[in-house]
């Protein structure tokens, strides 16, 4: 048997009339939230998602103006439910604060309510809301990168409003929880979180109120590197590295090494600073997709002294040699031709 809320709203009596009638079938669940209307319309139940249970459900699709007020009657999957329950959904709030309008029968009110309830539980989860933190962070920085190259004062406010909101996103992943009302009252929000870099709220207040295109962008770098900080204080640092893979990235990337000592010798710094950077990205990398320590080599880099730097350099390839071979893991190293030929006659 199905269920039904009585709402006061005229449109979504019709609505749900209109699914019991003609498409009883055709439609598991149907959602409203008020999260996001415009003030003076907060008290108005309107469906804002329904979950088609057949093809001829998603007919019910429509997004329109009844006088200026916009409905827009929006269809989500069941796995595009899942990903609100993974807070991997922009807008959480829409379901996390949703109010049951109609279930097509008892089973779909049940699947409704474990729905709601993994999400709660999602959000006392420390690796799936840092997961989600880093994964909002993440967002800021491409803005942020887009912002960068703009010159038009328009699009460096909008490029920092957004950087500012995907960090807000973030923040609220890391205190377990999630916007409310997406961009209002974003800075109320901001205050709420006991867990926040020094600072941020005044540096989000800084570039939502600034009218200069330079100082968004310097102030939006400074809120990014906070943020980065923050979330690298609340990574996990038990991870066991990959040795495996990080033994064959280092069998691909040996001759960097090479070429840096080489150019070094011949007096071509230049060389050595472009290869150096070559290297740099890709001990990034390993350290994000092995578990390798980090490591700083450009910081050393003098191109009137090359002393420091290649012994930072000689430092860095002796520890991934010996976190490889501490492991147990072994390269595939010949001490030479003839010893390569022996082993594979």
């Not at 460096?156 to 916007?179: E, K, P, R, W």
Request: contains cysteine.
């Amino acid at each position: 048997m199905s269920y039904r809320k009585s709402t006061n709203n005229q449109f979504t009596e019709w609505f749900l009339d209109k699914i019991e009638k003609e498409y009883p079938d055709d439609v598991d669940l149907v959602l409203g939230c008020s999260s996001l209307q415009a003030p003076g319309y907060e008290d108005e139940t309107r469906p804002e998602i329904f979950v088609p249970a057949t093809k001829r459900g998603y007919e019910l699709t429509s997004l329109f103006l009844i006088d200026r007020c916009k409905y827009d009657i929006y269809p989500r999957s069941w796995d595009e439910i899942e990903q609100y329950v993974a807070l991997e959904h922009y807008d959480t709030m829409l379901f996390a604060d949703s109010t049951l309008l109609y279930a097509r029968n008892e089973t779909i009110i049940l699947r409704y309510q474990d729905c709601l309830s993994r999400l709660k539980s999602n959000r006392n989860d420390a690796d799936i809301t840092m997961h989600a933190a880093v994964h909002d962070y993440n967002q800021a920085l491409e803005v942020f990168q887009t912002c960068c190259l703009e010159t038009d004062l328009s699009a460096v406010m909008m490029g920092g409003g957004y950087v500012c909101d995907f960090l807000t996103h973030s923040l609220a992943a890391i205190n377990g929880t999630y916007i409310p009302k997406s961009f209002t009252r974003q800075y109320e929000f901001i205050l709420s979180c006991k867990k926040r870099p020094d600072g941020f709220d005044q540096l989000w207040y800084a570039v939502n109120n600034s009218h200069d295109a330079g100082e968004i962008k310097q102030l939006c770098s400074q809120l990014l590197a906070s943020m980065k900080v923050f979330l690298g204080q609340n990574e996990s640092n038990d991870t066991c590295p990959d040795t495996d893979g990080l033994a064959r990235w280092y069998e691909e990337m040996a001759e960097d090494f090479n070429r840096i000592r080489g150019f070094a010798e011949k007096g071509e710094i230049m060389n050595v600073r472009g290869w150096a950077n070559k290297l740099q990205w890709e001990l990034n990398n390993a350290h994000n997709d092995f578990g390798l320590r980090k490591f700083s080599l450009l910081s050393s880099f003098d191109k009137n002294n090359m002393d420091d730097f290649l012994h930072a350099v000689d430092n860095c390839e002796n520890c991934i040699e010996e976190a490889i071979s501490r492991a147990g893991t072994s390269l595939r190293r010949y001490a030479d031709v003839a010893d390569y030929i022996k082993n594979h006659s």
